[in-house]
């Protein structure tokens, strides 16, 4: 079975300054995939970014960055230059490459960014 | 459409009654997800459709809950009985289903309240 360990409930920023969200995931299948996703207050899941299992570098798009530590089993999420737009709650997830490739998503981080 | 799309938005259903909700995904997706997601948590997987057959159901919470989708494109999520406890956002999601990763896309959802 897949897990996925957001350990960060809330997470307190001053705009502008960079931030990073953890995930912690645990699974024994060799090929995967990290997502992470944003859900405003208006409840809709956006897609950020990914990374898969053996990729070699770090994802990054845009102001979005995946730390990815596969020894660690640790995806974390890095949002530079943070907006107030960046308010959020942000969710970890996992995909198993094979099967149902469904999602796996972890209890989230509420991230607020302060002016 | 573009996205994902879903309707209800909301729907205020009374305690016994039968709901239907509806999804229609992202043209050319094969593959569709079923969501729930309750108050403060992460989504939670329901059942996942890979064309007309639903080739992973084992989120169903019971017999109450049922999903089809008759032509491999739009899908109904039907809850008989509804409880209380039934209350969450229903978040549809769909994805191109092809071998490797794939970027799971999801719709708004339907807030459903049981009262």
């Known amino acids: 079975a897949q897990k996925i360990t957001q350990t960060q409930p809330g997470m307190f920023v001053q705009e502008k300054e960079a931030v990073t969200l953890d995930c912690t995931y645990d699974?024994?299948?060799?090929?995967?995939?990290l997502f992470w996703y944003k859900q405003p207050s208006s409840g809709e899941m956006i897609f950020l970014i990914y990374?898969?299992?053996?990729?070699?570098q770090n994802a990054t798009e845009g102001r979005y960055s995946l730390n990815f530590q596969k020894a660690r089993k640790s995806a974390n999420l890095v949002i530079s230059a943070s907006q107030l737009g960046d308010s959020a709650m942000y969710f970890c997830a996992m995909q198993i490459i094979q099967g149902a490739q469904k999602l796996v998503f972890g209890q989230g981080t509420r991230l607020t960014i302060n002016p | 459409g573009a996205g994902v799309s879903q309707t209800p938005s909301n729907k205020v259903t009374e305690k016994g009654k039968y709901v239907e909700l509806r999804c229609d995904p992202i043209s050319g997706h094969t593959a569709l997800y079923w969501y729930r997601q309750s108050l403060g948590q992460g989504p939670e997987f329901l059942i996942y459709f890979q064309g007309t057959g639903a080739a992973d159901d084992s989120g169903l919470p019971n017999d109450r809950f049922f999903a089809v989708r008759p032509e491999g494109s739009v899908s109904t999520l039907k809850i008989q009985r509804t409880e209380r406890g039934d209350s969450a956002v229903y978040l549809c999601a769909s994805s191109l289903g092809t071998g490797g990763l794939n970027t799971i896309y999801f719709g708004e959802g339907s807030w459903l309240t049981v009262v």
């Open positions: 699974t024994s299948d060799p090929s995967y995939g």
């Open positions: 990374q898969g299992s053996y990729d070699q």
